[in-house]
């Protein structure tokens, strides 16, 4: 039996919860909407203000391990399109600059070329000074370009050069240290 699973989620003021053909859940609020096809062995349960989700057999094991999935994944979804989703990355190093380029960021990061990063639908970046804000409904799409952001110079040990989370933190390396001489 899945605890996660079993949790009803309620539902906040202005967020709406639907079924569409195909199993396809979508939610609405404020922020704006999140839509994502589930599993058809997967069953959304909706009663006034609140949701949850329930799995068709629950004997079987590979059913039972989707329950919890999907009841995070909806909980997300209305976390999202009620408060919304943010992650920061900030840039470290001598030189290194990040500008925004229309709807792109343009990083200058120790290439001999600047780096033209594209922005995905559905995410909303900003700057100010060396951190990079992305915003969004949804906590994959958010998650997953601020890693490929990341990607682009990910933080060397030495001197903690490149860009990084704002709340990670670098594990430093101490550097070569010159000989006696013997």
Not at 55 to 78: P, R
Request: a positive charge; zero cysteines; proline letters at 3%.
């Amino acid at each position: 039996m899945s605890r996660i699973g079993k949790q009803k989620i309620e539902l906040p003021a202005g967020v709406t919860v639907e079924v569409k053909e195909n199993n396809t859940i979508l939610v609405k609020g404020p922020k704006g909407q999140n839509e994502r096809v589930f599993d058809s062995r997967v069953i959304l349960i909706k009663e006034d203000n609140v949701v949850g989700v329930d799995i068709k057999n629950k004997e079987k094991k590979d059913e039972v391990s989707l329950w919890g999935t999907y009841s995070s994944h909806l909980k997300n979804m209305i976390l999202g399109v009620s408060q919304g989703f943010k992650k920061q990355l900030e840039i470290n190093g001598v030189g290194y600059k990040v500008a925004m380029q229309g709807k792109d960021l343009k990083l200058e990061v120790g290439f001999s070329h600047p780096v033209i990063f594209n922005i995905p639908e559905g995410v909303q970046a900003s700057v100010e000074k060396n951190v990079i804000t992305l915003e969004g409904v949804n906590k994959e799409l958010v998650g997953q370009t601020a890693s490929e952001l990341r990607a682009v110079r990910k933080p060397e040990p030495y001197k903690g050069k490149g860009i990084k989370y704002v709340e990670e933190v670098i594990r430093r390396k101490a550097g070569k240290t010159a000989g006696k001489g013997e």
